[in-house]
């Protein structure tokens, strides 16, 4: 039977947003309403005529609540096959009535487990009679409508006066149930496994995410389909959450990139105004100033070429004169804590420009997990949330102050650049990045090249890497890549060292001056 009169509705909610007028349109239509505790009460308070579960059951409430629907006459009404004649003669023997539309949504527990509830409450918040009916109604859909969200009541409602849910809808609504229960039951495993048992990888990983809006335009290609899903966890924060206060909407690659810029820049959220470039999720730019128009000009001049089309982040409110910086060329993306007027309104002019406000900054050392589809399966592994600790001078030669401070900025940029990467930095700005390449001397070579590009096009008398500090996201196997700083004008090194080539390295840096520091960490970018 494709439609169903709704003739009795069983109505239990935790969030009981819309329940009311509901209720009240449902009664209108002559549909009996069956209710338990709170959710009574505040029908009754509306005026409304309501029966208790336990007049159906014979069975009160008891257990402080946590036993009321858990009953053959309720799950009965929900399950029961309307035209088997057996399932039939049950429910006549049993005086079991059907149930024809079930509201119900869930103990809070996600919001429980975010505001730092102790364990007790956390466990009291685990729904179990709610998600048995969800999914009772939910099998019976040939039969039974089953609302988990106040966004379908209305729908809903204008059938029910149309004379009955359609078995579409009641289809619908059984996909979303399950989704439902499944993501309310991933929360539980999450927070059993990770926060009160502190797995860091349990046997089963129970991942739940929720697809925000519609379907992205495509994916990294046009042929590819692709999608943005994002935690229901409500203390999620990253560019997913972000507001997009204008331009168009946002591509995949849009959502990666600036998803790489946010997490650089969120290097440096307690540092100086910073500004970060990024192409195709590597960064072409990357500077700290006194002011967020100095740092961007800085990371700008890097690489002018590849900054086109690119995404930028900063760590500060954006004012009207940086905004205009920004403006100069076309840029996809901007992303920032905010924005004042004055650089709403320049942003204003560049219609296709997307300005993604973040209220604030990701902590870049935030616990959590990195997920990567492989053919066949997932890798999982910890964040990256490594920095570093004390540094070992390994060379004859100490570094002196600025040259340390190049070291650590080269250091912070090169953990966000695709692996063989090679970062050279002066004065709290990248000079050359080289990015992505096969072998540790060849991005060596790059970012040498690009540095005296930039300077060619800038005018400058020389490149920036002539007194330089260069980082290397993992160790030289070979001294030949360090030959190729040195030859572009570097005068110290970072690196994590390792090598069973370190002493030829060492030998290398010392006889060519330089100061060179270990940091006993990699930072390979795949």
Known sequence: MSQIPVRRALLSVSDKTGVVDLARALAEAGVELVSTGGTAKALRDAGLQVKDVSDLTGFPEMMDGRVKTLHPTVHGGLLAVRDDPAHAAAMEAHGIGAIDLVVVNLYPFEATVARGAGRDEVVENIDIGGPSMVRSAAKNHAYVACLTDPADYAGVIDEVRGGGTTIETRARLAAKAFAATAAYDSAIA????????GERFPQTL???FVRHADELRYGENPHQAAALYLPR???????GQADLIQGKALSYNNLNDADAAMELVAEFRDGPPTVVIVKHANPCGVASGDTLVKAYRAAFACDSVSAFGG????NRPLDGETAEAIAGIFTEVVVAPGADDDARAVFARKKNLRLLLTGELPDPVRPGLAVKSIAGGLLVQSRDGGRLGDLTVVTKRQPTSQELADCRFAWVVA???????????????TAGIGAGQMNRLESARIAAWKAKDA????????????????ASDAFFPFADGLMAAVE?????????????RDDEVIAAADEAGLAMVFTGMRHFRH
């Open 488 to 500: 572009a004008g570097a005068t110290a090194v970072i690196q994590p060292g390792g090598s069973i």
């Open 233 to 239: 966890q409500p203390f999620a924060h990253g560019v």
């Open 311 to 314: 995404i930028v982040a900063v």
């Open 455 to 470: 300077a060619d096009k800038a005018g400058w008398e020389s490149p920036r890497t002539i007194g330089s500090a260069v």
């Open 415 to 429: 953990k966000h650049v695709k692996s063989n990467a090679i970062v050279y930095a002066k004065d709290g700005s």
């Open 206 to 208: 129970p991942l739940a």
């Open 190 to 197: 999450q927070w059993f496994a990770f926060a009160d048992q």
